[in-house]
């Protein structure tokens, strides 16, 4: 047995196991929480949360407002994980808290459209707003540098 095949809970491995089976399978830790931020973290979590109830949009919603979440909440994920390697972090941060404030208004039009549920608008108000409690103490920090 191969030192990533005996850590069941890494990540994405690179090898592949289950050769012996005539299988080949991805381990793939639920919670990759170990090197990543919690900003990451907690933007993903809604991403996984958020998506599947966006795709179940009605017609006439899904494919203006619904897509352009979507869109936005992948960016918002991606652009953490590039400010992360980036030096200059600043510009991209309060470009990324434009963003995120988008997204508030883009799910509150969700909720105002009665497409929403104010329980899941509730859950998605206090994720986005963990969120953005994260980034604004990210910038605040990196202004301080």
């Not at 919690?38 to 017609?59: F, G």
């Not at 108000?125 to 605040?140: A, F, H, P, Y």
Request: net charge positive; glycine share 6%.
């Amino acid at each position: 047995m191969t030192e990533s095949a005996s850590k069941p809970n890494t990540f994405c491995t690179s090898s592949i196991h289950g050769e012996e089976f005539g299988k080949s399978s991805v381990i793939v830790n639920e919670n990759p929480t170990l090197s990543d931020l919690p900003i990451i973290q907690k933007t993903y979590d809604l991403i996984k949360w958020y998506v599947p109830i966006l795709n179940r949009l009605p017609r006439d919603h899904k494919f203006a407002l619904g897509e352009r979440i979507i869109a936005g909440l992948y960016d918002l994920l991606e652009g953490f994980i590039q400010v992360r390697y980036t030096k200059e972090k600043l510009p991209q941060l309060k470009a990324l808290n434009i963003r995120l404030e988008v997204l508030r208004h883009q799910t509150r039009l969700l909720l105002d459209f009665q497409i929403l549920s104010a329980r899941r608008y509730g859950y998605a108000g206090q994720s986005i707003n963990s969120i953005g409690m994260d980034l604004g103490s990210w910038i605040k920090q990196q202004q301080a540098v």
